[in-house]
């Protein structure tokens, strides 16, 4: 689901209640996956996209709506660092089975008129949206996710099970504890994705990472990953990944991917307004890690 893998851990001494919970939990992933997604055609992103620039306003599901505007506040946050309207650059591709090739600098330069966080209209108290410029589409991978996980969290916890961990392809949202202990969430190392950096223990919280090490290939001596700029179209540089931890999705959403655009000196601007958020970051240098990450991140033996 949404391009990667989901693991779902719940603890209850009923089967028939966690057999009940899990067919709930799938149902909720899966209908919001396909909501959300730029490749399921039909769906209300598709017709914002069939619709922009024509004025028109779309009528968009509840949960799309609160995604749109996670993201106008993610972009406001990081000044466009993060953008969902990078969608406008339709023609990399990265999602399994896809044939991978570098997109032409030409077409990625007119791409960019298209792409413009500001252009993303809303009407809260409609259930309206629209996208002002011809041309434009959304790509709700870097802010949609921890929602989608949150929600299949609260589908067990109305089934009865309030012991739970999701895992979505490096996010995770816990609730409760396993087994009397807190979760152990492990954070990859992205200078070295083989390996793991350590052991976070947490009991309602999430872990987001991004990074350059999923959804990519290599050509022409070089490393290209799902993580665009807004501003050029081109996979990112610099920083190969990020680790970020909190209680809550608010404090985290859409933080990952634009640190891993507008490098390291904006994310430690950006987290110390947010001290509720440990972080790592990793760079070709090494690991910069916010104090509270460091306090909490311990070693694999330790963990």
């Known amino acids: 689901a949404m391009g990667t893998r989901v693991r779902i851990t719940v603890v209850h001494a009923s ?13 909720r992933l899966q209908a919001l996956a396909d909501a959300m997604s730029r490749y399921r055609p039909g769906n209300a992103l598709q017709a914002l996209a069939e619709q922009a620039g024509s004025g ?11 995604v749109l505007q996670t993201a106008h506040r993610a972009s406001d946050f990081t000044a466009g660092a993060f953008d969902a309207t990078v969608g406008a650059y339709r023609d990399w591709h990265f999602e ?13 330069l007119a791409q960019r008129a298209r792409v413009d966080w500001r252009a993303v209209e809303l009407d809260v108290r ?12 959304l790509d709700l991978g870097g802010v949609a996710k921890l929602p989608i996980l949150h929600a299949v969290l609260q589908a067990l916890d109305a089934h009865g099970v309030a ?11 816990c609730r409760g504890r396993l087994l009397g202990r807190e979760w152990r969430v ?8 083989d390996r793991l950096l350590g052991v976070l ?13 999923e959804r990519r290939f290599e050509q022409d001596g070089r490393l290209w990953h799902h993580v665009l700029d807004p501003a050029s179209g081109w996979p990112t540089r610099g920083v190969h990944g990020v ?15 634009a640190i891993m655009v507008a490098g390291l000196p904006a994310a430690q601007a950006w987290l110390a307004r947010r001290p509720q958020v440990a972080a790592m970051v990793a760079t070709p240098e090494g690991h910069w890690l916010t104090p509270s990450m460091a306090a909490r991140l311990r070693p694999l033996a330790a963990g």
């Open 15 to 27: 089967p028939a209640v966690r057999r009940q919970a899990l067919d709930a939990a799938w149902s």
């Open 56 to 66: 028109a306003w779309q009528r968009v599901p509840e949960p799309l709506l609160q």
């Open 96 to 108: 399994p089975g896809a044939a991978p090739r570098v997109v032409d600098a030409a077409v990625l």
């Open 126 to 137: 409609r259930g309206l949206a629209r996208l002002t410029r011809p041309g434009m589409a």
């Open 163 to 173: 012991d739970a961990m999701v895992d979505g392809g490096g996010d995770v949202l």
């Open 186 to 193: 492990g954070v990859r190392d992205p200078r070295s994705p």
């Open 201 to 213: 223990s947490l009991g309602d919280g999430v872990v987001a990472s991004s990074g350059d090490y």
């Open 243 to 257: 680790a970020l931890c909190a209680r809550d999705i608010d404090s985290v959403n859409g933080l990952g991917p």
